[in-house]
């Protein structure tokens, strides 16, 4: 399954005429704070049935969702000044082609379902959960 923050190409932006380049700007690059490490790794290799990367910077310690050269990605990081939290931005994980599936291993990997799989209309259908580390995470799919 490729992860990867969505590139955001959806109806929205193809009916305002956002050209693809100007989209790249907005963001490269999300983090997700963590305090344990191989918990979080664990969860969301579950979830999303990734191998997640391990790599470290400075202090901090990261593991990376696969990724390509000049697409957004992701990381878990865990460090002295990360702190999760369900509170602030949320970040919007690709769920493939039905969000349905990873959304239906976060209980079992252990996680908390907080909003089933719901229609956006035109722009698909998102949900949202709480990690093993508390943070409020949403995935998004077209169908």
Request: charged letters at 20%; zero cysteines.
């Amino acid at each position: 399954m490729e992860l990867a923050v969505k590139s955001f190409t959806t109806p929205f932006l193809m009916k305002y005429s956002v050209k693809p380049q100007i989209q790249r700007l907005y963001y490269s690059l999300i983090w997700t704070r963590i305090y344990y490490f191989l918990v979080a790794k664990e969860f969301y290799s579950k979830v999303f049935d990734v191998k997640l990367i391990d790599n470290e910077m400075g202090p901090n310690k990261m593991s990376m969702f696969p990724f390509e050269p000049g697409v957004a990605s992701g990381a878990l990081v865990q460090g002295p000044d990360y702190k999760p939290s369900a509170e602030g931005a949320t970040v919007y994980l690709n769920g493939g082609e039905d969000l349905s599936v990873p959304l239906s291993r976060v209980e079992a990997a252990g996680g908390t379902v907080l909003v089933d799989k719901m229609s956006i209309g035109d722009y698909g259908f998102i949900a949202y959960f709480l990690d093993t580390e508390g943070n409020k995470v949403a995935i998004h799919s077209m169908s």
